[in-house]
């Protein structure tokens, strides 16, 4: 009876712009008592992969715990694991930061353990072929790949042992497939149950299986903190793994070493198979779930699974279009960034840069992902602090006006800068994509728009049910009430200049669901531009049978603009009122409130103003004040929440708060301007 050599290994991360004290929680309740019990049994061998952004915390917070992992690494117990820096999806950035993000992580390996890192980790498994060119470029040998990547490839193996070889222009990188039974087994079934799973791989030759998963299921995952430390989890599986003599644990480079590859392989674009689901659209999504369980009632799933795939993760800039927005952004500064920049001369631009690639914040699935509006921000807090840096040694321009299009939707924006702000215009509806304020680092215009999630079924099913110890997949609990009244959905992108034709009786409950509202936000608009140094000026059109009107916006060197509407047909506000909507990103409606005189409103309800002439919005965390100044208008304000999935089941998140000028009176113009101030 051969060997079983385990490739045990855990990747560790923590997104930028995370709060403080879920990284100390993580800590508390995950990374350290894990390194503390490896710690404790010297003679099992296993890989880690922490991220750029835990590093960072660490250095700053828990030093001892890099003090621990190095005499790990120096006694040859812990292989250290390479990876992008700052934890990006390597393929929807451009080839230049993939490098230098990999080489970044390199270099930091090498300086504080004194080993020069062989493997990568590949950020949510999301793998396209030509990444092993890639990962070659970067000195890598190795990396980890699910099974499920091997069994799309058409492979077909009970369980996948050993390590493949794949290559691209002749580069090769050796793929060690993580094996799905432990991944689910590993900490959620009993530690002698696991070791016996193990043990069912045996045969008369050595092999070599390998597990290599989120760190934070060992503690930080709903009720696993009690199992795998107070119960004894992780200890008794250690103990059970150090007495076996079946069993021995071995590090990737003694894997390469000791084995020979199992030959060649090439994968196709995959991850993990959850991803896969999670892009999909609610209606694709059924389809897929309900062949699904027509194959396994004909007890054919096994013999067909491997043929049957759900979505490609970049679809997600498809599914999400203000997603699509902000990633597009991120390539078009990254793009600029590049073409003058150099990662040697410009370490802090390309460290804001890097910083605003962490993967969170650009997909959505069983973690909050895109809809936490504190990983957007920090996303585009990174992006406007390289832009700052970038223009300060490149450009000296008061204002510029750039044509360009930054979604690639077929249609080309019109991006506005000056000292003060970043600003983006688009044709459709005359709207704005982003108000970015370069003091702060802030997007005010870092919103979602409200749509369907497949697993909004469960909610309204009034799915209500925990499990004591359960894989994240399989966790599912309300932790708010009557979510079910917040699953509405948005008929057009929450942007902000938006203009509408309005139901003259229309409520904020009618706004909220949609009712009452023409939208012109899908329209195209006639669009051109002309600007100096001194100010841009864009002019937007829209012209039909029954409304003709100009909005005409003017950018100076301060933080704002001026937007004058002039109508020249407006035979249907006989039946409507016109109304101009903007979301603007607010972090808490508990610290947001209309200025009113001497006195301040909360904005975290709904609220209807009469006949106004200005709405100043005060944010005490953010210390600015919004002041509009409008003809007179009526003005209504409301908190906007979606409803997501996270780590300990679904829940209402707050994302912007939406404001709304109402034009009752038919004149020929209508005049709207905006400032924003630092607040003291």
């Given at each position: 009876?051969?060997?079983?050599?385990?490739?045990?290994?855990?990747?560790?991360?923590q997104?930028?712009?995370?709060?403080?004290?879920?990284?100390?929680?993580?800590?508390?309740?995950?990374?350290?008592?894990?390194?503390?019990?490896?710690?404790?049994?010297?003679?099992?061998?296993?890989?880690?992969?922490?991220?750029?952004?835990?590093?960072?915390?660490?250095?700053?917070?828990?030093?001892?715990?890099?003090?621990?992992?190095?005499?790990?690494?120096?006694?040859?117990?812990v292989?250290?694991?390479?990876?992008?820096?700052?934890?990006?999806?390597?393929?929807?950035?451009?080839?230049?930061?993939?490098?230098?993000?990999?080489?970044?992580?390199?270099?930091?390996?090498?300086?504080?353990?004194?080993?020069?890192?062989?493997?990568?980790?590949?950020?949510?498994?999301?793998?396209?072929?030509?990444?092993?060119?890639?990962?070659?470029?970067?000195?890598?040998?190795?990396?980890?790949?699910?099974?499920?990547?091997?069994?799309?490839?058409?492979?077909?193996?009970?369980e996948?042992?050993?390590?493949?070889?794949?290559?691209?222009?002749?580069?090769?990188?050796?793929?060690?497939?993580?094996?799905?039974?432990?991944?689910?087994?590993?900490?959620?079934?009993?530690?002698?149950?696991?070791?016996?799973?193990?043990n069912?791989?045996?045969?008369?030759?050595?092999?070599?299986?390998?597990?290599?998963?989120?760190?934070?299921?060992?503690?930080?995952?709903?009720?696993?903190?009690?199992?795998?430390?107070?119960?004894?989890?992780?200890?008794?599986?250690?103990?059970?793994?150090?007495?076996?003599?079946?069993?021995?644990?071995?590090?990737?480079?003694?894997?390469?070493?000791?084995?020979?590859?199992?030959?060649?392989?090439?994968?196709?674009?995959?991850?993990?198979?959850?991803?896969?689901e999670?892009?999909?659209?609610?209606k694709?999504?059924?389809?897929?779930?309900?062949?699904?369980?027509?194959?396994?009632?004909?007890?054919?799933?096994?013999?067909a699974?491997?043929?049957?795939?759900?979505?490609?993760?970049?679809?997600?800039?498809?599914?999400?279009?203000?997603?699509?927005?902000?990633?597009?952004?991120?390539?078009?500064?990254?793009?600029?960034?590049n073409?003058?920049?150099?990662?040697?001369?410009?370490?802090?631009?390309?460290?804001?840069?890097?910083?605003?690639?962490?993967?969170?914040?650009?997909?959505?699935g069983?973690?909050?992902?895109?809809?936490?509006?504190?990983?957007?921000?920090?996303?585009?807090?990174?992006?406007?602090?390289?832009?700052?840096?970038?223009?300060?040694?490149?450009?000296?321009?008061?204002?510029?006006?750039?044509?360009?299009?930054?979604?690639?939707?077929?249609?080309?924006?019109?991006?506005?800068?000056?000292?003060?702000?970043?600003?983006?215009?688009?044709?459709?509806?005359?709207?704005?994509?982003?108000?970015?304020?370069?003091?702060?680092?802030?997007?005010?215009?870092?919103t979602?728009t409200?749509?369907?999630?497949?697993?909004?079924?469960?909610?309204?099913?009034?799915?209500?049910?925990?499990?004591?110890?359960?894989?994240?997949?399989?966790?599912?609990?309300?932790?708010?009430?009557?979510?079910?009244?917040?699953?509405?959905?948005?008929?057009?992108?929450?942007?902000?200049?938006?203009?509408?034709?309005?139901?003259?009786?229309?409520?904020?409950?009618?706004?909220?669901?949609?009712?009452?509202?023409?939208?012109?936000?899908?329209?195209?608009?006639?669009?051109?531009?002309?600007?100096d140094?001194?100010?841009?000026?864009?002019?937007?059109?829209f012209?039909?049978?029954?409304?003709d009107?100009?909005?005409?916006?003017?950018?100076?060197?301060?933080?704002?603009?001026?937007?004058?509407?002039?109508?020249?047909?407006?035979?249907?506000?006989?039946?409507?009122?016109?109304?101009?909507?903007?979301?603007?990103?607010?972090?808490?409606?508990?610290?947001?409130?209309?200025?009113?005189?001497?006195?301040?409103?909360?904005?975290?309800?709904?609220?209807?103003?009469?006949?106004?002439?200005?709405?100043?919005?005060?944010?005490?965390?953010?210390?600015?004040?919004?002041?509009?100044?409008?003809?007179?208008?009526?003005?209504?304000?409301?908190?906007?929440?979606?409803?997501?999935?996270?780590?300990?089941?679904?829940?209402?998140?707050?994302?912007?708060?939406?404001?709304?000028?109402?034009?009752?009176?038919?004149?020929?113009?209508?005049?709207?301007?905006?400032?924003?101030?630092?607040?003291?």
């Amino acid at each position: 009876m051969g060997k079983i050599y385990l490739l045990f290994g855990a990747h560790n991360h923590q997104p930028v712009g995370n709060f403080p004290h879920i990284f100390r929680q993580a800590y508390e309740n995950c990374y350290s008592p894990f390194l503390s019990t490896l710690n404790a049994f010297p003679k099992i061998r296993f890989s880690l992969h922490n991220s750029g952004p835990l590093y960072d915390w660490i250095q700053g917070n828990a030093k001892e715990y890099l003090g621990m992992l190095k005499q790990m690494v120096k006694r040859g117990q812990v292989e250290i694991v390479s990876g992008g820096y700052y934890e990006p999806i390597l393929p929807i950035i451009s080839d230049d930061d993939k490098c230098g993000q990999i080489r970044l992580m390199n270099g930091f390996i090498e300086k504080v353990f004194g080993t020069k890192p062989q493997g990568s980790w590949t950020a949510e498994r999301v793998w396209e072929p030509y990444l092993a060119r890639i990962l070659n470029r970067c000195d890598i040998r190795y990396t980890f790949l699910d099974d499920t990547h091997f069994r799309f490839s058409g492979l077909k193996e009970k369980e996948f042992f050993g390590y493949y070889t794949t290559e691209d222009e002749g580069r090769p990188v050796h793929i060690f497939p993580i094996s799905k039974t432990l991944r689910y087994k590993i900490p959620f079934s009993k530690a002698n149950e696991a070791i016996d799973l193990i043990n069912s791989f045996g045969c008369e030759e050595d092999i070599l299986i390998s597990v290599f998963d989120d760190g934070e299921k060992f503690g930080l995952w709903p009720n696993t903190y009690d199992w795998v430390y107070n119960q004894g989890w992780l200890r008794q599986f250690l103990s059970l793994l150090e007495g076996s003599k079946t069993i021995q644990t071995i590090t990737p480079q003694e894997a390469i070493k000791k084995f020979s590859s199992s030959g060649i392989v090439y994968l196709p674009t995959a991850s993990y198979e959850e991803m896969g689901e999670w892009v999909l659209e609610p209606k694709r999504f059924f389809a897929y779930e309900e062949l699904n369980n027509f194959l396994k009632a004909q007890n054919r799933l096994d013999e067909a699974k491997d043929f049957i795939r759900a979505g490609f993760f970049r679809n997600f800039y498809r599914k999400y279009s203000r997603l699509n927005y902000m990633h597009k952004r991120m390539l078009a500064t990254s793009k600029a960034i590049n073409a003058r920049a150099c990662p040697q001369k410009d370490k802090e631009i390309f460290t804001s840069l890097y910083k605003a690639q962490t993967n969170c914040g650009y997909w959505h699935g069983v973690f909050g992902g895109f809809y936490l509006g504190h990983i957007r921000s920090a996303v585009y807090e990174n992006l406007i602090h390289a832009q700052n840096l970038f223009d300060k040694k490149y450009s000296k321009e008061a204002v510029t006006l750039e044509e360009e299009d930054i979604d690639l939707d077929g249609n080309k924006e019109y991006t506005v800068r000056n000292n003060h702000m970043i600003c983006c215009f688009s044709p459709k509806g005359g709207s704005l994509l982003e108000m970015s304020l370069r003091n702060s680092g802030f997007n005010l215009l870092n919103t979602i728009t409200r749509q369907e999630e497949s697993y909004h079924q469960k909610i309204r099913q009034n799915v209500n049910q925990t499990a004591e110890v359960a894989t994240i997949h399989n966790i599912v609990q309300q932790k708010d009430k009557d979510l079910d009244k917040f699953l509405v959905y948005d008929a057009y992108e929450r942007l902000g200049l938006i203009d509408h034709l309005l139901d003259k009786k229309l409520t904020s409950a009618a706004f909220n669901s949609g009712e009452g509202v023409v939208s012109l936000s899908g329209e195209q608009y006639s669009m051109a531009a002309k600007g100096d140094k001194k100010k841009a000026v864009l002019e937007c059109r829209f012209s039909d049978k029954n409304l003709d009107f100009t909005k005409q916006i003017e950018c100076g060197q301060d933080c704002g603009f001026d937007v004058l509407y002039t109508f020249r047909k407006k035979n249907i506000l006989n039946d409507y009122n016109f109304g101009i909507e903007f979301n603007i990103s607010l972090p808490s409606p508990n610290d947001i409130y209309k200025k009113d005189k001497a006195k301040e409103i909360s904005l975290n309800e709904p609220r209807q103003w009469q006949e106004q002439g200005s709405l100043t919005i005060v944010d005490h965390f953010k210390k600015i004040a919004i002041e509009f100044c409008v003809d007179t208008c009526d003005i209504m304000t409301m908190p906007l929440y979606s409803v997501s999935s996270s780590e300990s089941g679904f829940e209402k998140v707050y994302q912007q708060l939406v404001v709304l000028f109402i034009a009752k009176h038919k004149k020929d113009t209508f005049r709207l301007a905006l400032r924003i101030h630092a607040k003291k």
